[in-house]
């Protein structure tokens, strides 16, 4: 992994990722990190062997929590919506959440959630306004499928379709601070209209204290 | 991997009924090497009718350990890295002290005059054995079950002395359900003329009472899925019964030979009697001075000791962010799954154990 040098628009990947690329960047060595649907846990343990954080993970997925077990990552097997309440006001330094949002019943508290019990929670996303998904549905008439939201319907794990004007306007409104925004189209950074052309966002926020 | 088990006599044990016992001995067997700074000790316990031969061939019985699946060099708690540890229970009836055992002060076998038992007192006495070998402090103590209740015991009663623990298929405390069963067996056992208010020994064994007991804990031992599996509705010709029958006969009467239904009786009332919380205010209480790395483990099909029990536990120690790892295994197997599921459970305790090792030797 090598970080993004600002001045380059192209993003390099951690793991086959731009969204990882960009938390690894941002989170801070020998912190606590909270991973929401950690799969079978590699971004934890990259963190854990480049950053020494003390990582640890949720994840529903009874194969991939035995995974990331294996790997010595602290995961714990249940639901991100169900399990949150459980710990402590800023237990963690870090809560992220990757690609997932869109697939929670209520994102509104789930992100509230994460900014209680972590001190900042970094969010990631694929943007539903982003030109391919908006021309998509524009000349099918269907709900829009791309390389982005591949499935159909009826059997997509997304049940929330929201882009990034959205999400800024929840952030005004509920005067959530965003230390930082990242706008990815690929890997590559996307600087201007990010809603129209980025497919992925990544936010840092945290609460105004 | 030929092992014996050695024996150990304590001057006394105190226990938590206000008894004192004196003196107490306690059979163990160990496998791999304690190294020179002695951090890589592992307390491995064992389950209800279980004993200290945890691992490799007995020198003379020539059996396999209950968990010899588990234990050994390349398994998950690899003796090339670590040095296991695991003793009989007191109470017990495979060499540690228990109502089979002679009372010093009168000359004769405790049977029914042997006083209760905790789980609290187990581990107490394996804390005192733990120590006469030169540990300070474990780098992990792991048990299923029964086995289960006394990793978490030790980690509420001993913080500073394990650096982690694995409760597998085990409970905080025990349900109504889980007492039920224990009294059904012990009141098979008691209704066994032979019994004798349990001064049978050097007689004729209570061994009726004592295999059905067996049977009734068998059956809950395993899943309505693996009972069909294994047994199906089918008959064994020569005896024309079915072959669920002739299993549970089996095992019942395997269990007279090696078992001391007064061990039954004292060991099931300390697991009845087992509440990590009590006394307290709730179990994120108990484990306040905790900063032991979790693992902990159960199994889709345990009915037994089912998974909200375990998630109880982990629950607790999310709730004041303790590290802990918790994983519902799918199995059919039951109950009996944290002995049967081998190749899982061996790929998440070696990767845990190397982060607990990582973390110990940082420090």
């Known amino acids: ?209 | 991997m030929v092992v014996s088990t050695q024996s150990k006599r304590f001057a006394s044990l105190e226990l938590d009924c206000g008894v004192t016992l004196a003196p107490v001995d306690v059979a163990y067997q160990t496998y791999g090497t304690l190294n020179p700074d002695r951090s890589n000790a592992i307390l491995v316990m064992h389950a209800f009718s279980g004993d200290a031969h945890a691992a490799g061939v007995d020198a003379q019985t020539q059996q396999k350990g209950w968990w010899d699946s588990m234990i050994g060099p390349g398994r998950g708690f690899d003796t090339d890295q670590y040095f296991v540890i695991c003793s009989n229970v007191l109470g017990g009836c495979r060499g540690t002290t228990g109502p089979g055992s002679i009372n010093p002060v009168t000359g004769e076998i405790f049977a029914m005059t042997f006083p209760v038992i905790t789980i609290g007192d187990m581990v107490r006495l394996q804390a005192t054995l733990i120590e006469s070998l030169g540990i300070e402090k474990l780098l992990s103590v792991a048990g299923g079950s029964m086995g289960g209740m006394q990793v978490l015991e030790w980690a509420a009663r001993y913080p500073d002395r394990v650096a982690s623990a694995i409760p597998i298929a085990t409970t905080p405390r025990h349900s109504a359900q889980q007492i039920a069963f224990n009294e059904v067996g012990r009141q098979a056992i008691m209704a066994d003329p032979d019994w004798s208010d349990g001064n049978y020994y050097g007689g004729k064994l209570p061994g009726r009472g004592l295999a059905v007991a067996r049977m009734v804990g068998h059956i809950t031992y395993m899943s309505d899925e693996s009972m069909r599996q294994k047994f199906g509705r089918r008959q064994r010709e020569d005896q024309g019964i079915f072959e669920v029958e002739s299993y549970l006969r089996y095992r019942g009467s395997q269990f007279v030979d090696r078992f001391d239904a007064n061990s039954y009786l004292y060991i099931t009332k300390a697991m009845d009697l087992f509440d990590l919380a009590a006394g307290q205010q709730s179990l994120t209480a108990v484990l306040e001075r905790s900063k032991t790395k979790f693992l902990v483990i159960s199994f889709t099909s345990d009915w037994l000791y089912p998974s909200y029990q375990s998630q109880e536990v982990v629950s607790a120690l999310r709730r004041r962010n303790q590290d802990v790892a918790y994983i519902e295994l799918t199995s059919k197997y039951g109950h009996d799954a944290f002995l049967v599921e081998v190749e899982e459970q061996s790929e998440i305790v070696k990767g845990f154990l190397l982060r607990v090792t990582k973390g110990v030797n940082r420090r």
């Not at chain 1, 169900?82 to 870090?94: K, R």
């Open chain 1, 1 to 209: 992994m090598t970080p993004a040098n600002n001045n380059d628009p192209f993003v390099r990947d951690l793991l086959g990722r731009g969204d990882y690329a960009i938390f690894s960047e941002i989170v801070a060595p020998r912190t606590c990190v909270l991973d929401l649907g950690c799969g079978d846990g590699e971004l934890l343990s990259w963190l854990a062997d480049n950053k020494d954080v003390d990582a640890r993970g949720v994840e529903m997925d009874g194969a991939k929590v035995q995974k990331a077990i294996a790997k010595g990552v602290s995961c714990y097997q249940g639901n991100i919506e169900e399990c949150l309440a459980d710990y402590p006001d800023h237990a963690f330094d870090y809560v992220i959440l990757s690609q997932t949002l869109q697939e929670v019943r209520q994102p509104l508290q789930v992100l509230n959630d994460m900014l209680r019990v972590g001190r900042r929670a970094l969010v990631a996303f694929p943007n539903f306004g982003h030109w391919r998904v908006r021309l998509a549905h524009l000349f099918t008439g269907r709900a829009p499928k791309t390389t982005r939201f591949p499935h159909d319907w009826f059997d997509s794990p997304n049940i929330h379709f929201f882009t990034i004007d959205d999400f800024e306007i929840l952030a005004a409104r509920e005067e959530w601070h965003i230390e930082k925004r990242v706008f990815l189209d690929g890997n590559r950074e996307v600087k201007m209209l990010p809603n129209l052309l980025a497919e992925t966002a990544v936010y840092l926020v945290r609460r105004h204290s």
